[in-house]
């Protein structure tokens, strides 16, 4: 199994992106991610994708994670091309139902109670925008005729998808090729995969064993208390502490055991000001990188 280790850009000021990039491009880092934080001083994580991938040669770029529903399944498939073409096999979309602050459900509009049929309908178009030369689609919520993207990527890009409730988790099995998990433990994240193998099974498919990767924040200190209540609000009853390992010996320890759960893929968020990147960049090199296999 390959362990690989990115960086995740939460929310990351414009005018702070392009050291941080270069930093992480500089160190060898493996892979960076942009979440999909609309109200946040960040940049946009299709621009900051773009941007990201034309600055650099070798990091891979990822999207944790960006909203499906009510994005336009072909404009996005347009956007996702381009990108591959230009930096080939450096493009990592994950994409999810919905943004994490409620707040900005309404900038992603669909109709009531419909948001999952939407993300299927959508995931389906999408995929074959980048598979077929032109495609005709006439679904409940999406209808085009004849339409193409021009230049596909050669290679056909995995899609991965976020979530972590059953629903979420057949999704992944049905549809998706890897699962990008936020705020579940180790024995959470082996259930999990389980859960997406048995209806990938059901489903007549495989999603591939090394497609199984993890959001994973880290504090130096005790967890903010904004981020200690956010995370409550996403899991009660859940202790914080369980869930965000506190400096490097703990990390080291906690990603130890999601990859005896099955996890390979990890994107860290550091849960620091903006002063403590270059300290934070200088520390991951030193002590989370080794852990790649």
Do not use: C
Request: charged share 20%.
């Amino acid at each position: 199994m390959k362990v690989r280790i990115g960086v995740g850009f939460a929310a990351v000021p414009g005018r702070e992106f392009a050291a941080r990039v270069d930093t992480a491009e500089a160190l060898g880092v493996d892979s960076l991610w942009l979440s999909e934080q609309l109200s946040a001083a960040s940049v946009d994580p299709l621009a900051g994708m773009a941007y990201a991938l034309g600055r650099t040669s070798s990091i891979k770029v990822g999207t944790g994670v960006a909203v499906l529903p009510g994005r336009n399944p072909v404009l996005l498939a347009k956007q996702l091309a381009t990108m591959a073409a230009l930096a080939p096999r450096r493009v990592l979309p994950v994409l999810g139902l919905g943004p994490a602050r409620p707040a900005e459900r309404d900038a992603f509009p669909v109709p009531a109670g419909r948001r999952g049929a939407v993300f299927d309908e959508a995931l389906q178009l999408l995929r074959r925008m980048l598979a077929e030369e032109t495609v005709t689609f006439h679904g409940e919520f999406f209808d085009v005729t004849d339409i193409g993207i021009g230049d596909r990527p050669a290679r056909p890009l995995d899609i991965w998808l976020g979530g972590a409730a059953p629903a979420a988790l057949r999704r992944i099995g049905h549809y998706g090729d890897g699962w990008l998990a936020s705020l579940v433990d180790p024995v959470e994240a082996a259930a999990g995969i389980a859960a997406i193998n048995a209806a990938a099974a059901e489903a007549g498919r495989e999603v591939d064993p090394e497609h199984h990767g993890l959001s994973l924040r880290i504090a130096f200190g005790e967890v903010p208390a904004a981020t200690a209540a956010a995370l409550r609000g996403r899991r009660p009853g859940r202790d914080p502490a369980d869930l965000v390992p506190r400096g490097w010996a703990q990390a080291r320890e906690l990603v130890a055991r999601y990859v005896d759960a099955g996890v390979s893929k990890f994107v860290v968020y550091p849960l620091i000001d903006s002063a403590g990147w270059p300290e934070f960049l200088d520390g991951f090199a030193r002590e989370l990188m080794p852990l790649e296999t």
